[in-house]
């Protein structure tokens, strides 16, 4: 079993509907940072939270972490076919840096 | 704007061959990390480094083995390919191991037939 168990591990959606992926832990993070890799490359770092319950934008995306750091999501609005690609979840638990299996995002024009 | 540089891209191995997968970083950065990703089970760990000349083992550091000359390049080995080291290998790099974000290479693809 994984310390972040990431939700869904697929999903496929039509160009301009909103979507939420899930991040859970039983166990408590320091931070979490989230990752979007896109086929071919290496993941990229999108946002990193770290006080319980904090929010953060990142144009039409948007991330939570929940108020006792276990857990964390990212809420997609009017998604586009660019956001196409492999979301992972990461966090900072100890001294090291834990990842989730991912969530693969498919967003059909 | 190089990064994190991974070579070779593509590589096919027999069982029991043996190589190398390079690595280097130009921003000057004191960790290193190799991961594997598999499908289904995201990324992990097998060796990291906490700077020039320092190794040491992740999670699944078996059949791998690491060194660290030179703060810019990570090298990662396999002295004797199995096929359960077919996989996409990640080198990463951080300035330190907190909360620093990983700036990763685009990976190395390996089979081992």
């Known amino acids: 079993t994984q310390l972040l168990e990431q939700s869904p591990q697929f999903l496929s959606i039509q160009e301009g509907e909103n979507l939420t992926v899930y991040c859970n832990s039983s166990s408590v993070f320091s931070s979490l940072q989230w990752y979007r890799q896109e086929p071919g490359e290496g993941p990229v770092l999108l946002v990193t939270v770290v006080t319980g319950g904090e929010v953060k934008k990142l144009k039409r995306l948007t991330f939570q972490f929940g108020d006792a750091r276990k857990d964390s999501s990212l809420h997609i609005t009017a998604a586009q076919p660019g956001d196409t690609g492999l979301y992972l979840c990461a966090g900072v638990h100890g001294n090291k840096l834990v990842f989730g299996a991912g969530t693969i995002l498919r967003v059909k024009s | 704007n190089a990064g994190v540089t991974q070579t070779p891209k593509f590589r096919v191995l027999k069982t029991g061959q043996s190589m190398t997968l390079l690595c280097a970083q130009d921003?000057?950065?004191?960790?290193m990390y190799w991961y594997r990703q598999d499908p289904g089970m995201g990324l992990r760990l097998i060796h990291y480094?906490?700077?020039?000349?320092?190794?040491a083992k992740g999670e699944v550091p078996d059949g791998y083995n690491v060194s660290r000359l030179k703060k810019q390049n990570f090298l990662l080995g396999l002295e004797s390919a199995a096929p359960s080291q077919t996989s996409v290998y990640f080198c990463?790099?951080?300035?330190?191991?907190?909360?620093?974000?990983?700036?990763f290479g685009n990976g190395t693809r390996l089979t081992v037939t």
């Open positions: 990463a790099s951080s300035s330190n191991r907190g909360n620093s974000p990983l700036h």
């Open positions: 480094s906490v700077g020039e000349g320092t190794t």
């Open positions: 921003m000057n950065h004191e960790y």
